[in-house]
C-alpha cells in the first residue's frame, strides 16, 4: 500500500524529478509549519495532499512533468491543484473527497489497483491510534504524535497536520472510548432484544456504563490530569463538549430513554455531573482497582435516584394540595351561591 | 431492531471516520430504506447535514403541538363549561393525538426536544386563558390566528421536503399533510363560531401570529 504526502523515503524520489523533490520539500516547510485556523489552510492542505498524489502518480507513469522546474510555475500549478480541489471537495465530508478524487480507488474491494488511497482524516486517525502506544511515555504532546508517525514509516514533520497539537490526540482517544462503549451497549441491547439476557435496572445500568467507560482510562490514568487540562483549553472546549454530550446521550439511550420533554435536559445533566465527578475522584484514586471510584460512583447514582424519588413525592403532594384546595373553592362557591351555571 | 443497529453503527463511524464504514452504511442505508420503509416515519439519514435539517423540522413541530396542546387547555379552563366547552375539547383532543405522534417520531430518533418546553408551556397556557378572558370570540380568534400560523409552517416544510425529495420523505410528508389538514379545519371551526366579532381582531390576530412567528425561529434554533 503506497503511503502518500510526507514519506521521507518513498518513491517520490525518482530520477526523473529529483529536482522536484527538492521543491517539495519547500513545501513540507511551508505547510507543517503551525497554520492558522483558517479553514482556507485546511483546503490548502487538502490541495496539497491530492497534489503530491497527483505528484506520486505522475512519477509512477514517468510522464513529462507538465510545469516546468521552476519554483513559480510549480508554485502555480500547486495553486491551480488547490483551486480545483477548492471547488470540488464542497465539504469536509470524506466521502466526498473520495468521490471527487478521480483516483480513488477504495471502492475497488477485489483489490486489483495496488495503489489505495485514503483520506487526510484516515491518515490522521491511523497516526494519533499509533500514538497513543507512546503516550505514556511521552504525555499528551506533539512528541508522541511525531513518535506515532514515525511508527507507520512516515515523517515526524506530519505533526503539522494537527492544528490543535496534543489537543488533537486526547479527542481522538475520546472519540475511540465513546465509540467502543456504544458498542459494547449496543451489543447489550441487542442481547436483551433476543432475550438472551435480562435487562438491567436504570441505576445499574447506567453504573456499569459509567465505570466501563471510565476504566478504559486506567492505562493512562497518570497522565489523564494532562489530557484533562487539554481539554479544557478554549479551541478544545467545542469538540469536547460534543463529545461528552454525544456520550451522555447514548449512555441514557440505551438505558431506555425515550423522553420528549424536560426530562430530556434534566436527565444528562445528571448524569454529566456524575461523570465528570467521577473522573475527577478517578484521577486522585490510590485503592486498589480503583474501589473507592467505584464506590463514589454508586453514592451518586443514587443521591440522582433519591432526588428523582423526592421530586416525584413533592409532585404527588403539591397535586393533592391542589386538588384540596380547589375543593375548598368549588364548597365555598356553592355555600355563598356563586356557582350558578350561566 | 435494525435500525437501533444502525443507529450504532452510524455513531461509530462518525466516531472513527472510516470512508469504508461509511460506504458500507450508505449501502445498508439505502437496502435498509427500500425493506423496511414500513416501520420509520423518516428515512435513516444520509448525512449530518440532513439529519440536522430533519431534526430541526421535528423539534419545531413538536414544539408546536406542545404549544398549541397548553393554548387549547388555557382556553378550557376558563371557557370549559361554557356552551364553546365541547368544540374547544374537540379540537384539544386532536391536538393531544398529534403531539402524541410526534413524541414516538422524537423518542425513535432520538431527536433533540427543544430547551424552551417549560416556557411554551407558560406561554400557551397564558395565551389561551387571555384569549378566552375575552370571550367565546377571542378563544376562536386565538384559535383562528394560531392555526393560521401553524399552517403556514406546515405548508413551508412540505414545500421544502417536496423541493429536497419527495420519495424519500413519503411517510413524513403524508404525517405533516395530515396534521397540515386537521390544523386547517381547526382554522375553518374558528372562523365558523364568530372569530371575526371580537373587537380588535385584526391587532389581535396579527399579534399572536407575530408570536407565533416568533417561537418557530426560535424553536428551530433552541
Known amino acids: 500500500m503506497k503511503l502518500l504526502i510526507i514519506a521521507p523515503f518513498s518513491s517520490i524520489i525518482e530520477s526523473s524529478v529529483k529536482h522536484r523533490c527538492s521543491l517539495l520539500s519547500e513545501y513540507i516547510y511551508v505547510v507543517a509549519a503551525p497554520t492558522t485556523t483558517n479553514p482556507q489552510c485546511g483546503s490548502l492542505r487538502r490541495g496539497f495532499h491530492c497534489a503530491v498524489l497527483r505528484l506520486q502518480d505522475e512519477s509512477k507513469s514517468d510522464k513529462p512533468p507538465s510545469s516546468t522546474s521552476s519554483s513559480t510555475t510549480y508554485h502555480e500549478h500547486y495553486q491551480a491543484h488547490s483551486a480545483e480541489q477548492d471547488a470540488a471537495a464542497s465539504a469536509s465530508d470524506p466521502a466526498a473527497d473520495q468521490s471527487t478524487d478521480p483516483n480513488a480507488s477504495y471502492q475497488d474491494q477485489s483489490g486489483e489497483q495496488d495503489e489505495e488511497y485514503e483520506t487526510e482524516e484516515q491518515l490522521q486517525a491511523r497516526i494519533l491510534t499509533a500514538a497513543l502506544e507512546f503516550v505514556p511515555l511521552h504525555g499528551w504532546s506533539m512528541e508522541a504524535i511525531a513518535a506515532g508517525a514515525e511508527s507507520l514509516g512516515l515523517s515526524s514533520a506530519s505533526t503539522g497536520m494537527f492544528e490543535k497539537g496534543s489537543g488533537d490526540l486526547v479527542l481522538h482517544f475520546i472519540a475511540q472510548c465513546n465509540a467502543q462503549l456504544t458498542e459494547i451497549l449496543a451489543e447489550q441491547h441487542n442481547q436483551v432484544q433476543l432475550g438472551q439476557a435480562e435487562p438491567k435496572k436504570t441505576a445499574d445500568f447506567i453504573r456499569d456504563a459509567v465505570e466501563t467507560r471510565l476504566r478504559m482510562y486506567i492505562p493512562y490514568i497518570e497522565i489523564w490530569p494532562q489530557a484533562m487540562s487539554l481539554l479544557l483549553l478554549p479551541h478544545n472546549i467545542p ?57 463514589f460512583l454508586d453514592n451518586r447514582i443514587q443521591d440522582v435516584v433519591n432526588m428523582a424519588t423526592t421530586a416525584k413525592q413533592v409532585q404527588s403532594t403539591g397535586e ?19 356557582n350558578q351555571r350561566r | 431492531m435494525q435500525t437501533a443497529a444502525l443507529r450504532v453503527f452510524c455513531h461509530w463511524s462518525q466516531s472513527n471516520s472510516t470512508a469504508m464504514i461509511r460506504q458500507c452504511l450508505k449501502c445498508r442505508a439505502l437496502t435498509l430504506q427500500q425493506s423496511s420503509r414500513a416501520y420509520g416515519v423518516i428515512p435513516p439519514p444520509r448525512d449530518s447535514e440532513e439529519k440536522e435539517m430533519v431534526h430541526r423540522m421535528l423539534r419545531v413541530d413538536h414544539a408546536g403541538e406542545y404549544g398549541a396542546n397548553r393554548i387549547y387547555a388555557g382556553q378550557m379552563a376558563v371557557l370549559g363549561r361554557s356552551k364553546t366547552g365541547p368544540f374547544i375539547q374537540e379540537m384539544w383532543d386532536q391536538e393531544k393525538k398529534h403531539l402524541e405522534k410526534f413524541n414516538e417520531i422524537l423518542a425513535e430518533n432520538r431527536v433533540r426536544p427543544t430547551a424552551l418546553l417549560p416556557f411554551w408551556n407558560i406561554a400557551g397556557f397564558v395565551l389561551g386563558a387571555s384569549s378566552a378572558l375575552l370571550g367565546k370570540e377571542g378563544a376562536m380568534a386565538c384559535t383562528v390566528a394560531v392555526e393560521e400560523s401553524i399552517t403556514e409552517h406546515y405548508n413551508n416544510q412540505i414545500r421544502t421536503l417536496m423541493e429536497k425529495d419527495p420519495e424519500r420523505y413519503t411517510e413524513l410528508l403524508q404525517v405533516i399533510k395530515e396534521f397540515r389538514d386537521d390544523e386547517m379545519e381547526h382554522h375553518d371551526t374558528g372562523l365558523e363560531h364568530d372569530a371575526e366579532n371580537v373587537p380588535g381582531y385584526w391587532l389581535l390576530k396579527n399579534a399572536i401570529q407575530l408570536g407565533c412567528k416568533a417561537a418557530i425561529y426560535i424553536s428551530q434554533r433552541i
Open chain 1, 320 to 338: 393533592a394540595v391542589v386538588q384540596g384546595l380547589m375543593g375548598a373553592a368549588v364548597t365555598l362557591k356553592n355555600l355563598t351561591g356563586l
Open chain 1, 239 to 295: 469538540d469536547s463538549l460534543k463529545h461528552l454530550s454525544t456520550l451522555m446521550d447514548d449512555i441514557w439511550y440505551y438505558a431506555g430513554d425515550r423522553s420528549t420533554d424536560m426530562n430530556w435536559y434534566t436527565k444528562r445533566a445528571a448524569l454529566t455531573g456524575i461523570y465528570n465527578t467521577t473522573e475527577l475522584v478517578m484521577i486522585q484514586d490510590s485503592s486498589p482497582d480503583f474501589q473507592d471510584t467505584w464506590t
